[in-house]
């Protein structure tokens, strides 16, 4: 079992729109949760970061976490042509916070 | 705004050399990580590093690998000899505490 899953994609939405990216991991005791975005040939940079259950709202980026389901995800709204990359959820373990462990991440197309 | 910065961007070498990734992490980090992500494939943890020892390290980061902060700026990646295999991009992280690690721009490895 993948210990941090996402769709591939690509995800095509439209500028202006809501996209809605997805991950759900493996490890019951995951404690923290991130969103990185990748630009083609860059480094991960992180977006957003989140604990506890619930939303978490910065700017054009909601990321919503329900450990019950293992399930997180990532909103953004009014999207933008520059926010077409690959969206990387990632994962550390309560016991071993230094260690990131990174989905294969979901390609974001904004259709301009 | 800080950042992590990584020498050279590129490294070009032949099997079974030695090469030395260089990075400077953000100033007030306390903790250092090394990862590498192959050409279509997830990022992947290597070694992390705090208070001068590693605290953790990857089936990844074998006897060919170590780590080194020679001194209060550096931190280094020495793979002693190497592989076809591990061509690739490496990314330094530091954070400031053990969560929400900032990616360097890497250095992409080509071993021929």
Redesign the interface.
Known sequence: QKEVEQNSGPLSVPEGAIASLNCTYSDRVSQSFFWYRQYSGKSPELIMSIYSNGDKEDGRFTAQLNKASQYVSLLIRDSQPSDSATYLCAVTRADRDDKIIFGKGTRLHILP | EPEVTQTPSHQVTQMGQEVILRCVPISNHL?F?W?RQILG?????LV?F?NNEI??K?EIFDDQFSVERPDGSNFTLKIRSTKLEDSA?Y?CAS?KF?????????TRLTVT
Do not use: A, L, N
């Open positions: 903790y990580y990862y494939q997830k990022v992947e943890f992390s705090y605290s953790e990857s991009m990314f954070s053990p969560y929400e690690q900032y990616f360097g721009p890497g």
